[in-house]
């Protein structure tokens, strides 16, 4: 199923807080899915028996609404607000600090993060594809992000597969899901009874084996892989091509854009919910003594004007050439820097557009294939 | 014998009001104790509101806050200028004309005689314009009010001698980095956010409310797109003008909004 090694077991439905539990017991503080002002997000469970059922959510372009599955199941909803990435890039942090000493002088510190050990319960395939790029940017050899690092070292990372996708969804065409192949300590395929369980890395081995799951059966496992092909095929989004590179920097100076432009508010919530979106901007906190000063990271977009500004001109002044920008990085020039696409098919970037342009159709109308949705 | 250390000499700095509410300095003051240490650095020669008086007298920075809307502030703003190193205007008053500046283009002498018992004690302008329609304004700071950290931030900039960040970009960005959901997503809400300038920390949209515009025009404000938007949410072109009618409707981006959506419903 999950393209493990490791033999699946099985944990019965009311034996999902077991897991909780023992992840509690090795000192991770427990994240789960949690409705915060009118989404599911992820937040702190107090209890091993905390996570919610029933939660779901209806998504499309610039819309998201809460709603209930029938089937009271745990995790039935496609993916919120965020992925993983503000548990491992901080949207805003301290990287150093300066302080000047008795005699004058100034004194640099570097600022270590105190990052919790973390376990996210409930983290998706398209999320799992996307840390993967994030890491390869915040963790490339030579130019380790210690701050990322730090945080990313504490996450313990619980996958769940996803039975049903969300209508702006579309990893089956990316790739990238919807069931969790690789990235994650566990994962877990949620069935009318319980839930088929894999490990994939050793400290996730050792908490399953802590909780003494018997196998899961042959009939299980298919049921897992079944579920896998629905909420694949149940997916009506899609990209015309996993290399897009050549199909869209042939096209610069598409008249689509203008068009785009004129819809586009520019306001970078795209590239805060897009879970490889790795932008940000350095600024300086001075303590309002002038005896010390913060110097910080915060996230930045490239729909933003101080993003473009270069030394006496602005390489990005309007809307279109941002949205150009975003785009032909995400689906072109990223395959330059990271050998493929940086998207992963969460569809964050329709949902959570305010006024809902969709990817997959700008895509469809600059390389005119006409391969778009419904 | 210990040579005294010579104290740097303080900048001066002098915060004048204008037609306003008193909110922006408010600001300033509701900054307690990071108001004494800013004290201990700059001398503050003029401030009404919190004790020192010297309005006329020369000074490195002035702090303007409020609109010029009457013949007496067309007069001061001049002089204040002419005495001042540095001007930084504060406040939606100050930057776009204020939540008076509503009176611009349908100001008549009768509403004053409807509204005021002594319409003679009345000497406002036809309009209220922001600072830097009439003098040389070297920095503003949007907002209804201001926010304390913001002050901080310019004044902090000036003491260093770096020109002080002037963050443009959409309430949204502040929005995002706070982990707020998009209200407009998931609940239809016709907020403001997307077009205007942050500094607020997303202070609205934080209560689960929609950002109503009071620190004006983002950078590349796309109102078009927003007001298509909020029509489809269901808003009638009237509200649709009111979204943009507000703290900042003289602000021209803002103006021209509502300007074209009236146009746009005529038609």
């Not at chain 1, 393209?3 to 807080?17: K, R």
């Not at chain 1, 965020?82 to 004194?107: C, N, T, Y």
């Not at chain 2, 003008?241 to 038609?267: E, G, M, T, Y």
Request: net charge negative; proline share 6%; with cysteine.
């Amino acid at each position: 199923m999950f393209s493990s090694p490791e033999p699946a077991g099985f944990l019965p439905l009311d034996q999902l807080h077991a897991l909780v539990a023992r992840l509690m017991q090795l000192g991770y503080q427990c994240l789960g899915p949690a409705v915060e002002n009118d989404a599911i997000v992820m937040r702190e469970l107090d209890a091993p028996d905390g996570l919610p059922r029933g939660l779901q959510a209806e998504q499309a372009p610039g819309r998201y609404r809460l709603t209930t599955d029938p089937q009271h199941r745990y995790f039935a909803w496609a993916n919120g607000p965020q992925a993983i990435k503000p548990q491992a890039f901080a949207p805003q942090e301290s990287l150093w600090r300066v302080e000047r000493d008795a005699a004058g002088m100034l004194q640099f510190e570097a600022v270590v993060p105190n990052a919790p050990a973390q376990a996210i319960i409930g983290v998706r395939a398209c999320d799992l594809a996307a840390l993967a790029l994030q890491d390869a940017h915040f963790l490339r050899e030579g130019r380790r992000d210690p701050h990322y690092a730090k945080r990313r070292e504490q996450l313990f990372l619980v996958a769940v597969q996803c039975a049903e996708p969300g209508a702006t969804c579309f990893c089956a065409s990316t790739g990238d899901g919807p069931t969790p192949t690789a990235g994650y300590d566990l994962a877990l395929a949620e069935l009318p009874d319980g839930f088929v369980a894999v490990s994939g890395s050793a400290k996730g081995a050792a908490v399953l084996s802590a909780l003494n799951l018997s196998a899961a059966n042959a009939q299980q496992v298919d049921a897992v892989r079944q579920q896998g092909q629905a909420a694949a095929a149940a997916q009506t989004r899609s990209l015309p091509g996993r290399t897009l590179r050549d199909a869209l920097m042939s096209r610069l100076e598409h008249p689509r854009w203008d068009e785009v432009a004129s819809r586009c508010l520019a306001c970078g919530n795209c590239t805060a919910v897009c879970p490889t979106c790795f932008c940000h901007a350095e600024i300086d906190g001075p303590a309002l003594d002038g005896e010390a000063s913060r110097h910080e990271r915060i996230w930045d977009s490239c729909f933003g004007e101080s993003h473009g500004h270069l030394h006496g001109f602005n390489v990005r002044p309007d809307i279109r050439s941002r949205y150009r920008q975003w785009l032909t990085h995400k689906l072109a020039t990223w395959h330059d820097q990271f050998g493929r696409s940086g998207c992963v098919g969460c569809g964050r970037c329709i949902a959570w557009c305010p006024v809902g342009i969709d990817l997959t159709e700008e895509v469809a109308a600059l390389t005119g294939s006409g391969v778009s949705h419904e | 014998m210990n040579t005294p250390k010579a104290d740097p000499i303080k900048p001066r700095v002098a915060v004048h009001k204008f037609s306003s509410c008193d909110g922006c300095q408010l600001a300033f003051l509701n900054l307690g104790e990071d108001l004494l240490t800013l004290a201990g650095r700059v001398e503050l020669v003029h401030f009404a509101e919190a004790g020192p008086l010297d309005p006329d007298t020369d000074v490195d920075v002035a702090f303007v806050e409020g609109s010029v809307s009457t013949a007496e502030d067309l007069e001061r703003i001049q002089h204040i200028r002419q005495h001042s190193g540095l001007l930084i205007a504060i406040g939606a008053c100050a930057t776009s004309g204020g939540i008076q500046g509503l009176r611009n283009g349908v100001f008549g002498e009768n509403w004053v005689t409807q509204i005021y018992s002594h319409p003679e004690a009345i000497a406002s302008l036809e309009r209220s314009t922001p600072i830097s329609s009439h003098v040389k304004v070297d920095f503003e700071l949007w907002g209804c009010p201001v926010s304390g950290p913001q002050m901080l931030a310019v004044v902090n900039s000036l003491l260093l001698g770096v020109t002080p960040r002037d963050n443009a970009d959409k309430v949204c960005t502040e929005c995002k980095r706070r982990g707020y959901p998009c209200i407009m997503v998931t609940r239809g809400i016709a907020c403001m956010g997307p077009v205007t300038r942050a500094g607020c920390g997303a202070l609205c949209p934080s209560l689960g409310r929609d950002c109503y515009g009071c620190y004006g025009p983002a950078e590349n404000a796309n109102t078009g797109a927003l007001a298509v938007q909020f029509r489809s949410q269901g808003l009638s072109p009237e509200a649709v003008v009111q979204r943009f009618q507000s703290i900042n409707s003289q602000a021209p981006v803002f103006l021209a909004a509502a300007d074209r959506i009236r146009i746009k419903s005529h038609d």
